[in-house]
């Protein structure tokens, strides 16, 4: 089942930003005289390593390890992306930490306290619930210490979700991917207010710099996608389930069109991930409208800079929260104008007025479900002068240079093991870590 959130409330405020714990400043600086991760290993466990913002994560940071001089072992289910995590000097442990069934769960901690023995790890880093329950009675057995990330806002309709959901705030270390979320955490788990650390979601913005994007690429892209020269691209790039808002996105083009927009092609660039009834569903409400060929879906995209470059306007939008956010982050690090819903932590990673003047606006943000809303935001990104287009790519690229970068990530995540794996006592003689 997918991450979800609570049900959003249009138009509210953003929540208030918390004191999380932040990074000592006598913490490690990564310097090529000063490896922190030499002679550590690291196990992250996930449930597996498809597509999604964990599972890319967990290969970013497993690629830090190694390069920070560490061993990274990363253990799961599998998935199309153990080759590539392969790659980065990193190795595979397969296992059923994909699996909710109790037995299996318990199953997995003897499982995961015979891998922390065998292979001699440091530290746990667990990045879902499921694998974190095992994760964390494995760390416990044999005293090694456990960080957690919240990668998503997690659906708590029910004291039973409550308790399911705390184990990724039962963390020595508790990383939270935004502010948004740091917040959450700690109005669900006050017990976990001075363990919490705010580190954004990092991308590799290099590869959407123009001169990495080469013409082959992009002409590749436009073949894959039937497009001719001058069609204008408005793209939403999420994995197809109902809260990324795929079906408000389509009335929003169906209004655009109505109201004589019509030199465009929408592609939705996402997997269903097995949910067949809702992609069905979703090319149902195409042909009602009247949308094919000019609505398509093309399946998972695996050149994602090539589709942020190649569009005029990118979609967010997600009728429940973002907990961070990433398409929104790539788009602008292409130069895409972007218009996102307004809730969960867009506040952070787009800037749009009220919160800002219209001279720092780096994207455009509506209310959630508003399909009309969204129309007129679409329009107006596919109508901008030339002048202002360029305006905007400039600043969306440098406020997310400043904020979002791969290597940021990393380095404050290595930052967090290593107040665990060397804490530094502070003059009272108490543990800093």
């Not at 991450?3 to 138009?11: T, Y």
């Not at 090539?306 to 929260?321: G, H, K, Q, T």
């Not at 479900?369 to 007129?376: K, V």
Request: net charge neutral; aromatic share 4%; with cysteine.
């Amino acid at each position: 089942m997918p991450a979800s959130g609570p049900n959003p409330q249009p138009n509210a405020p953003p929540p208030p930003r918390i004191a999380e714990r932040p990074l000592p400043d006598f913490a490690w600086k990564p310097t090529e005289e000063n490896p922190l991760m030499e002679n550590r290993t690291v196990l992250q466990v996930i449930p597996a390593l498809d597509t999604g913002g964990a599972e890319r994560t967990t290969v970013d940071v497993a690629a830090a390890i190694v390069t920070a001089g560490g061993r990274a072992i990363v253990a799961s289910a599998g998935g199309q992306l153990v080759p590539e995590l392969i790659e980065t000097g990193a190795i595979h442990i397969a296992m059923p930490l994909d699996s909710k069934n109790p037995l299996v769960m318990a199953l997995n901690i003897k499982r995961l306290t015979a891998l922390v023995r065998e292979h001699r790890i440091d530290l746990l880093h667990a990045r879902s619930r499921a694998p974190a329950w095992s994760a964390l009675a494995a760390a416990r057995i044999t005293g090694r210490p456990f960080v957690t990330t919240y990668h998503g806002s997690y659906n708590q309709d029910s004291w039973i979700k409550g308790i399911y959901n705390s184990v990724m705030a039962r963390a020595d270390r508790v990383i939270a991917n935004s502010h948004y979320i740091a917040s959450l955490i700690r109005e669900r788990n006050p017990f976990a207010s001075d363990r919490i650390t705010v580190i954004h979601r990092g991308s590799d913005l290099t590869a959407f710099e123009e001169s990495r994007i080469s013409r082959d690429r992009l002409a590749s892209l436009k073949t894959d996608w039937g497009l001719l020269e001058n069609d204008r691209v408005i793209l939403n790039m999420a994995r197809l389930t109902h809260w990324k808002g795929q079906t408000v996105l389509i009335d929003a083009l169906k209004k655009l069109r109505d109201a004589g927009i019509t030199d465009w092609v929408a592609i939705l660039a996402g997997s269903d991930q097995g949910r067949t009834d809702y992609s069905k569903g979703l090319r149902a409400q195409i042909r009602a409208h009247g949308l094919e060929g000019q609505v398509r879906l093309v399946g998972h995209c695996s050149d994602v800079p090539a589709a942020m470059s190649l569009s005029d306007a990118v979609a967010v939008a997600s009728i429940e929260p973002e907990a961070f956010g990433r398409a929104a982050i790539e788009a602008q690090a292409a130069g895409a104008p972007v218009v996102v819903t307004d809730i969960g932590a867009v506040h952070e990673t787009v800037l749009a007025p009220p919160e800002c003047s219209e001279t720092l606006r780096t994207g455009w943000r509506v209310a959630p479900g508003d399909a009309e809303a969204l129309a007129g935001a679409l329009q107006t990104l596919l109508n901008l002068p030339p002048d202002d287009r360029r305006a905007i790519r400039s600043r969306a690229r440098a406020h997310v240079a400043a904020h979002f970068s791969l290597k940021a990530m990393t380095d404050k995540t290595l930052c967090v093991y290593d107040t665990l794996l060397n804490p530094t006592p502070d003059p009272t003689g108490k543990d800093r870590s």
